[in-house]
């Protein structure tokens, strides 16, 4: 969750947003999305190799922020436990801060599809426009489109576009 929030700072920071929002509110132009939903899997993963046969998600949170104000109004957070590398290495662990605890007898990536898909209407947010913001396209672009098609899951439609802080806030 630390890391979802450090993720929400830096896109807010990259908007310089942050102390100053308040203050230059009254100049943002009106947004064509009602709320932004940042999103930053964690995944199975091993130092300069790449894991087989998959990379499993292993966190999946979200943020949802509102257009309007900036500020964070709810959050989905699930851990989901790999079906195929199901022991986290102790590089995966040092890097994400993720212990096997967390993710054993957690749900396995559809059943967390589903409560997502839950939250998104228990939010009202199937009858709003949001717009996914992640940084870079890994996680929307590669990551969570590649576990499906391995497992044979479908994705959802919503998840097949998103915003890329990097390529908006121009830092690389």
């Known amino acids: 969750m630390l890391k979802l929030t450090c993720l929400a700072k830096n896109c807010i920071n990259n908007f310089r947003c942050n102390g100053q929002l308040r203050k230059i509110m009254t100049g943002i132009q009106p947004q064509f999305f009602d709320y932004f939903l940042v999103l930053d899997f964690e995944a199975t993963c091993e130092d300069f190799t790449k894991i087989q046969p998959v990379q499993e998600i292993i966190e999946f949170p979200v943020l949802k922020i509102s257009a309007k104000t900036f500020e964070s109004e709810a959050t989905f957070h699930q851990y989901v436990q790999?079906?195929?590398?199901?022991?986290?290495?102790?590089?995966?662990?040092?890097?994400?801060?993720?212990?096997?605890?967390?993710?054993?007898?957690?749900?396995?990536?559809?059943?967390?599809?589903?409560?997502?898909?839950?939250?998104?209407?228990d939010q009202n947010l199937v009858n709003q426009r949001f717009c996914f913001v992640t940084y870079g396209d890994w996680d929307l672009k590669t990551m969570l489109p590649g576990q499906c098609e391995y497992f044979n899951v479908p994705l959802p439609a919503y998840f097949k576009q998103w915003m890329n802080i990097k390529l908006v806030s121009g830092k690389f």
């Open 82 to 121: 790999p079906r195929v590398n199901r022991e986290l290495t102790s590089f995966c662990t040092k890097l994400t801060g993720i212990i096997q605890d967390m993710v054993d007898d957690q749900p396995h990536l559809e059943e967390t599809l589903q409560k997502f898909d839950v939250w998104l209407k």
